[in-house]
């Protein structure tokens, strides 16, 4: 049974972009292929929550690879599309400096497959924010629907 949701997606205007690519940019080094956050639509400050996300499209580099004839995402680059969140959410909302590194993966569920076609919305909880390292719950919904949850740690290096 998948975890419960870390806020209620129902109550935030998903067409806004709070943070475009543009800004993505500015804080993620990541480009071409292993670019993975399109937008950030939401975030409050306060309770270290952020919402984004990556439209998935028949032009990603894994598709003609990872499966032939049936396109799923791979889990690690579900991954890493949750460190880019969280390392768009220290660098810009609290301002964290330097280069953001991904330090560490622990408990990661991989629930249903993630094909071309589909919006992963990333939900993410900030739980432990200490000096220049952090620690973040992040949860991939796919049509209302989780399809992976990881905590993911990330320092500035």
């Known amino acids: 049974m998948p975890p419960p949701l ?5 109550k935030i205007d998903l ?5 475009d690519k543009k800004t993505i940019e500015e804080a993620n080094p990541q480009r071409f292929e292993m670019d993975q956050l399109d937008g950030v639509i939401w975030y409050d ?3 270290f929550l952020i919402l984004g996300y990556k439209d998935i499209t028949e032009k990603e580099f894994w598709v003609k690879g990872h499966i032939p004839g049936r396109p799923l995402m791979p ?3 579900m991954i890493e599309a949750a460190a880019q969140l ?12 330097g280069f953001i590194g991904f330090m560490s993966i622990d408990k990661a569920n991989f629930r ?4 071309p076609g589909c919006r992963l919305y990333l939900l993410g909880n900030i739980t432990e924010f200490k000096s220049r390292k952090y ?3 992040v949860q991939g919904i ?4 989780m399809v992976f949850d990881t905590v993911i740690a990330g320092r500035d290096v």
């Open 142 to 145: 796919v049509n209302g629907i």
């Open 45 to 47: 400050k306060e309770k």
């Open 6 to 10: 870390l806020f209620d997606m129902s």
């Open 86 to 97: 969280s390392s768009v959410f220290v660098k810009k909302v609290y301002k964290l400096p």
């Open 75 to 77: 889990a690690v680059i």
């Open 112 to 115: 249903r497959p993630v094909e």
């Open 135 to 137: 620690v973040c719950v």
């Open 15 to 19: 067409s806004q972009i709070v943070i």
